[in-house]
């Protein structure tokens, strides 16, 4: 939490979604993380050594429990050494919940990492990758064509058009239209 953040609780003005993101990524950028614009990420871990090595394009989604390193301390117990590498994430970005990016990795734009998945190697462009380690699922063009709305086979799953959730009020009327159509 900053500052302003901070100001605005005590001035008794509970900060929006956009404020508290805003707050939120500007404290990663102070650290040094190079964020682009229309980035929406909580709840994530940036390696606070070297916070500087990680890059973020435009338009990327992280998910909460997602863990980006740019060191991997695993060698100093036995060599006193580190492995240190640039984390580079590109534009168009889906980190699924609680996924590993590891040292060194570039992952290419529009891309989809599953949850839980963890990268070790390079994403190439317009793929979508998931498990541990991560490994190829399909392209960007096959997973969007198995999930289109009208060929969507599984009965307990809805896809519904998404807003930009920008603000509280937007959550709400958003939580309101699915738990309607789940309802009928």
Request: glycine letters at 6%; a neutral charge.
């Amino acid at each position: 939490m900053n500052l302003k953040t901070l100001f605005l609780r005590y001035m008794g003005k509970i900060p929006d979604r956009a404020e508290r993101l805003e707050s939120y990524i500007d404290n990663f950028k102070k650290m040094g993380v190079k964020i682009g614009k229309n980035v929406d990420m909580y709840e994530v871990s940036i390696d606070s050594l070297f916070p500087f090595l990680v890059e973020i394009g435009n338009n990327c989604i992280i998910t909460g429990g997602t863990k980006i390193l740019a060191h991997d301390a695993s060698l100093s117990l036995f060599t006193n050494q580190y492995k240190v590498g640039k984390v580079t994430i590109h534009d168009n970005v889906f980190i699924g919940m609680d996924a590993v990016i590891m040292p060194g990795v570039e992952i290419g734009p529009n891309v989809i990492i599953g949850a839980n998945s963890v990268i070790t190697k390079t994403v190439p462009p317009d793929s979508v990758v998931a498990g541990a380690p991560a490994r190829h699922i399909c392209t960007i063009d096959e997973f969007l064509d198995k999930h289109k709305p009208e060929i969507h086979h599984n009965t307990e799953i809805i896809i519904v058009d998404s807003p930009k959730l920008s603000n509280d009020q937007e959550v709400i009327k958003f939580r309101k239209y699915v738990k309607n159509i789940v309802n009928q």
